[in-house]
């Protein structure tokens, strides 16, 4: 099965802008692996970002932002708030296998 | 408004089994694929399996291969995880979710002797 990686952690200012990645084992993450993000928060069940690379919630804050970077999938906070402190986790699929989440980024606003 | 709705956890011995459920609601269940997610205490989130809107196709994680099955029941609005031979490996919080948007809050599974 494939391995999905993700920055275990990263920091970013209040107000700050900061890029969160997600990239496959297979090689370039591509629209066809309908890269997914989840935000969550300590004793909270995950909740959906971002969903085929970039297509947003009406519950997802428009400071988020998803796309392809580098042969990866993407994450983009610009203006980072208090409240996005959180666990970041991306989801690709692979066809005929199903998915896989990377291990999560940890944000830390400070 | 969407709700999903885990039951069926609890704690289980090694080597036994056990049968999760996903009440679904609010929204059309049969014309959606349906996924099972867990969490391992203090870990990440690891894709389990994944059902089509119709059953017709089903796809498992390596780690839950030849153990789990995963089943809809589209006249209940209901998912099923049936999860056999468990390991204490297999201890978690498991979610159903509706993608693109909606998880439930989830059911704790303990597997210890």
């Known amino acids: 099965q494939a391995v999905v990686t993700q920055e275990p952690s990263l920091t970013v200012s209040p107000g700050g802008t900061v890029t969160l990645t997600c990239g496959s084992s297979?090689?370039?993450?591509?629209?066809?692996?309908?890269p997914y993000w989840f935000q969550q928060k300590p004793g909270q069940a995950p909740r959906t970002l971002i969903y085929?690379?970039?297509n947003k919630h009406s519950w997802t804050p428009a400071r988020f932002s998803g796309s392809l970077l580098g042969g990866k999938a993407a994450l983009t906070l610009s203006g980072a708030q208090p409240e996005d402190e959180a666990e970041y986790y991306c989801?690709?699929?692979?066809?005929?296998?199903?998915?896989?989440f990377g291990g999560g980024t940890k944000l830390t606003v400070l | 408004q969407v709700q999903l709705v885990e039951s069926g956890g609890g704690v289980v011995q090694p080597g036994r089994s056990l049968r999760l459920s996903c009440a679904a609601s609010?929204?059309?269940?049969?014309?959606?694929?349906m996924h099972w997610v867990r969490q391992a205490p203090g870990k990440g989130l690891e894709w389990v399996a994944v059902?089509?809107?119709?059953?017709?196709?089903?796809y498992y994680a390596d780690s839950v291969k030849g153990r789990f099955t995963i089943s809809r029941d589209n006249s209940k609005n209901t998912l099923y995880l049936q999860m056999n031979s468990l390991r204490a490996e297999d201890t978690a919080v498991y979610y159903c979710?509706?993608?693109?948007?909606?998880w439930g809050q989830g059911t704790l599974v303990t597997v210890s002797s």
């Open positions: 979710a509706s993608f693109p948007s909606s």
């Open positions: 609010g929204f059309t269940f049969s014309s959606y694929g």
């Open positions: 059902i089509w809107y119709d059953g017709s196709n089903k």
């Open positions: 297979t090689g370039a993450v591509t629209s066809g692996h309908y």
């Open positions: 085929d690379t970039s």
């Open positions: 989801l690709l699929s692979y066809s005929g296998a199903g998915g896989v």
